[in-house]
């Protein structure tokens, strides 16, 4: 069974962090591309960051040199450290395989906001 768990959202000021967390299970953790997507109302899920098996990464340019995907393949975790935030960053933050999509997980939802 294939789990996808996201975690570590929350209201921020515009200009700060978070981290998130998204805990793979059910899934050859180690051998997959993995990705950070974000959605809100009436958008298209847009993926933001991927990072490959051998840890190249790339981004949007929407949040490049802003956000860094990185995984720890011990404990089969996919983050995502979001810094100098912006209102246009709110979202619901989803992982995923962006190869061959997985059941989505309930995302985590990031607010920024003053």
């Known amino acids: 069974q294939v789990q996808l768990v996201e975690s570590g959202g929350g209201l921020v000021q515009p200009g700060g962090s978070l981290r998130l967390s998204c805990a793979a299970s059910?899934?050859?953790?180690?051998?997959?591309?993995m990705g950070w997507y974000r959605q809100t109302p009436g958008r298209e899920r847009e993926l933001v960051a991927r990072i490959t098996s051998s840890s190249s990464t790339n981004y949007a340019d929407s949040v490049k040199g802003r956000f860094t995907i990185s995984r720890d393949n011990t404990k089969n975790t996919l983050y995502l450290q979001m810094n100098s935030l912006k209102p246009e960053d709110t979202a619901v933050y989803y992982c995923?395989?962006?190869?061959?999509?997985?059941?989505w997980g309930k995302g985590t939802l990031v607010t920024v906001s003053s």
């Open positions: 995923n395989r962006p190869s061959d999509i997985y059941d």
């Open positions: 059910g899934i050859p953790f180690r051998l997959a591309t």
